[in-house]
């Protein structure tokens, strides 16, 4: 498949899925045209890539971490010994940063939960002070 299709069926822009190319993350083949040749493993791939980013792992770690994994039928196994310990710094970093998630959003349902819902609102979605005019600058 061309470069479009991956990006209509991943959702990830072309410029982005070169980008991936270019750090060693997508492995293309070339046709004799020129044009790039994915097939339906990348998908796959860019989807993963994808998760790990937004776990927060940059592109050089997961460009490491892709060739370790291993597909099975249970899902994903490793294969690179190697990096376990960066793995399970990156795991202990990610549970630490859902766990400070968690405790945000608990503060907020709280805040949330203890805000008279009838207050009004202006246009920002702050509660209006009453009677307050804004600025000339704010206009």
Do not use: K
Not at 13 to 23: G, T
């Amino acid at each position: 498949m061309r470069i479009g299709e991956l990006a209509r069926l991943t959702g990830v822009n072309q410029r982005l899925l070169r980008y991936y190319e270019e750090q060693d993350l997508l492995h293309p083949l070339r046709r004799a045209s020129g044009y790039r040749d994915y097939d339906d493993a990348d998908v796959e791939r860019v989807r993963r890539i994808r998760t790990l980013l937004a776990a927060g792992l940059n592109t050089t770690t997961i460009a490491d971490v892709l060739p370790c994994t291993i597909d099975t039928d249970d899902g994903l196994a490793g294969a690179c010994p190697a990096l376990l310990g960066d793995l399970r710094r990156e795991h202990a970093r990610i549970s630490a940063s859902i766990t400070e998630l968690h405790t945000a959003r608990t503060m907020l349902a709280a805040i949330i939960d203890a805000t008279p819902h009838e207050a009004p609102e202006n246009d920002s979605g702050r509660p209006s002070d009453e009677g307050e005019r804004p600025s000339e600058s704010n206009r």
